[in-house]
């Protein structure tokens, strides 16, 4: 059971413009959630998190949305580059858990 | 270190062979993790150390896997008696504390069982 989903296995979006990379999870009781970038043979690597308790964190380009009655979280590049061109990973947590919980990953092309 | 380092980087091996992946964390985390990233899927838990002891290995499939960390720095992942469902990403992260938030990941040591 994927308790946590990211349906759109890609996403090509043009430089300058807004990405918008979605995430669903089904476990209310996650109570903070992480977006992680990945380029091809490197780890994961940190982006952005946010806790139950906001509705939007924001760093730089990168902003995330929290939507917790739809069960839902965005993140949102702006202006993108083509650095950006990752995968990109949702994650969520519990109070009580030692772990992460990851969605399938989301690969982001930013073309010229 | 200045960053958590897996070796090796990728390991071939023989059906029903025995492997060991090693991570070296960051020095003084004092948190590990190891996860598991199949093709195609994102990382998958396996087990968590704080200090030298497995503070939860629910993650790990089947007693073919353990995992030590004797002097709670250095951890070695040990699979026997390998499958080629087995191939995957292994990843190993760590944190200066056993908080979720803001591992830092290794590049992993992909394994491919033949």
């Known amino acids: 059971d994927q308790q946590v989903k990211q349906n759109s296995p890609s996403l090509s979006v043009q430089e300058g413009r807004i990405s918008i990379l979605n995430c669903d999870y089904t476990n209310s009781m996650f109570d903070y959630f992480l977006w992680y970038k990945k380029y091809p043979a490197e780890g994961p690597t940190f982006l952005i998190s946010?806790?139950?308790?906001?509705d939007k964190n924001e760093d730089g380009r990168f902003t995330v949305f929290l939507n917790k009655s739809a069960k839902h979280l965005s993140l949102h590049i702006v202006p993108s580059q083509p650095g950006d061109s990752a995968v990109y990973f949702c994650a969520a947590t519990t109070p009580a858990a030692s772990k992460l919980t990851f969605g399938t990953g989301t690969r982001l092309q930013v073309t010229l | 270190g200045a960053g958590v380092s897996q070796t090796p980087s990728n390991k071939v091996t023989e059906k029903g062979k025995y492997v060991e992946l090693r991570c070296d964390p960051i020095s003084g985390h004092t948190a590990l993790y190891w996860y598991r990233q199949s093709l195609g899927q994102g990382p998958e838990f396996l087990i968590y150390f704080q200090g030298t002891g497995a503070a939860d290995d629910s993650g790990l499939p089947n007693d073919r896997f353990f995992a030590v960390r004797p002097e709670g720095s250095v951890s070695t992942l040990k699979i026997q008696r390998t499958e080629r469902g087995d191939s995957a990403v292994y990843l190993c992260a760590s944190s200066p504390t056993g908080s979720n938030y803001g591992y830092t990941f290794g590049s992993g040591t992909r394994l491919t069982v033949v």
């Open positions: 946010i806790s139950s308790i906001k």
